[in-house]
């Protein structure tokens, strides 16, 4: 089976409860935008008016949720009050939703061959980031990259062409505080 | 006791061969009843006959699973040329339990081949579709046998690449039938898992 390539623009919003700033905890939630993946599909008819074959064009959106609680190691803090931070997330859980069409699918006259459908599942997952803060007097900024392997979950006995999402994210951000 | 837990035992083991039958059927969600169109080698096939939903049968026995495929064979004539029938028993998959008084039994689609063919000329036939005029479809109702004209058209006929044995072969397609005015078959589909070991060519 092919891997598909899913791409997305992601949105994380992180969180720490305690607003001590050696507190290690935080909580995070991570949205996907899909960006739509383009493939092809055949479909079949016996209707001798009309071609016995014909490519379709299958469009798949895979939009994923992740809600995880974190851990923030401190690794390395330079001169300028750059820092750079592992983010460990034993614990979180993922919605992973795939919506698939087909463009002109006649499916009065036409069967489709070994189609895809859509699925919504989720499941347990673990993650990983590494952060690096810029400090700056105005506003610290940062850019993280961030894995996660996809959930504990069964995808079911349907022979789908695609696979849970196993999402490579780069994000860049800003970081606000705020004082109770 | 000892007997007691023999007993308890013995059920125990029934009860898991009972229940390890798992049958692929994947709903199409355009037509009721039916299964995808699929070529995976799930053993399945599905139609309509007069718009209502019918598929070959798969039940759990005791120590097993009695899965009713594919019949796949040649038909010697004395004719200048033999016959390839397909065949496999039907039921009514509409949700009624009517297996016992389901109006049709088995359901056989059947086209002329030559007296030479092979596996090779099997294979051959991917990809093409044989319209009424050479092939026939038999219908079996109880002890009546009723007969008419198919089209057929095989999607897909390759070898299971997953069995290291390399003695699979998976086989599917449409296929529509008419018998006369009064019994229509319509959005038929098979997807067949053969073994070369069992056909007589």
């Known amino acids: ?180 | 006791m000892k007997f007691k837990t023999y007993i308890l035992k013995t059920c125990l083991l029934i009860f898991c061969f009972y229940g390890c039958g798992k049958r692929n059927f994947f709903p199409d969600p355009d037509d009721p009843g039916l299964s995808i169109l699929s070529s995976k080698g799930f053993n399945v096939a599905t139609s309509y006959i007069n718009d209502t939903p019918y598929i070959n049968p798969k039940r759990n026995i005791l120590f097993g699973v009695l899965n009713d495929t594919l019949s796949l064979f040649k038909v010697v004539t004395n004719g200048p040329s033999d016959t390839l029938s397909f065949s496999w028993p039907i039921e009514l998959n509409n949700g009624s339990d009517t297996f016992y008084n389901a109006p049709y039994q088995r359901i056989a689609l059947l086209m002329p081949i030559a007296k030479s063919f092979t596996i090779r000329d099997l294979l051959a036939l991917n990809g093409q579709q044989f319209n009424a005029n050479t092939n026939s479809v038999v219908l079996f109702n109880y002890n009546k046998i009723l007969s008419g004209n198919s089209n057929i058209y095989f999607v897909r006929i390759n070898w299971n690449l997953s069995n290291s044995d390399k003695n699979q072969i998976i086989i599917s397609g449409l296929f529509n039938a008419n018998i006369g005015d009064s019994i229509f078959i319509t959005k038929g589909r098979f997807d067949f898992l053969v073994s070369t070991d069992n056909l007589n060519f």
């Not at chain 1, 490519?55 to 995880?68: D, G």
């Not at chain 1, 609680?69 to 690794?75: K, P």
């Not at chain 1, 919605?95 to 989720?122: A, C």
């Not at chain 1, 700056?136 to 959930?151: A, E, F, G, K, S």
């Open chain 1, 1 to 180: 089976m092919p891997i598909i390539l899913f791409y997305h623009v992601p949105i994380t919003l992180q969180w720490k409860p305690v607003a001590k700033k050696t507190s290690p905890v935080f909580l995070e939630l991570n949205y996907n935008i899909p960006i739509t993946v383009k493939g092809t599909s055949n479909a079949f008819t016996l209707n001798p008016g009309l071609p016995k074959e014909v490519t379709l064009e299958e469009n798949i959106r895979a939009f994923v949720f992740t809600a995880s609680i974190g851990f923030r190691i401190h690794l390395y803090t330079n001169k300028k009050n750059n820092s750079f931070y592992l983010n460990l997330l034993p614990v979180g859980i993922c919605t992973q939703n795939f919506r698939v069409s087909y463009k002109d699918y006649n499916n009065e006259d036409y069967e489709m061959l070994n189609p895809d459908i859509n699925l919504n599942k989720g499941g347990f997952v673990m993650g990983m980031s590494g952060v690096y803060n810029f400090h700056n007097r105005n506003q610290d900024m940062m850019i993280m990259l961030r894995v996660q392997p996809p959930p504990f979950q069964s995808r079911g006995d349907y022979p789908l062409s695609y696979n849970f999402i196993a999402p490579l994210q780069l994000t860049f951000g800003y970081n606000l505080y705020y004082n109770k």
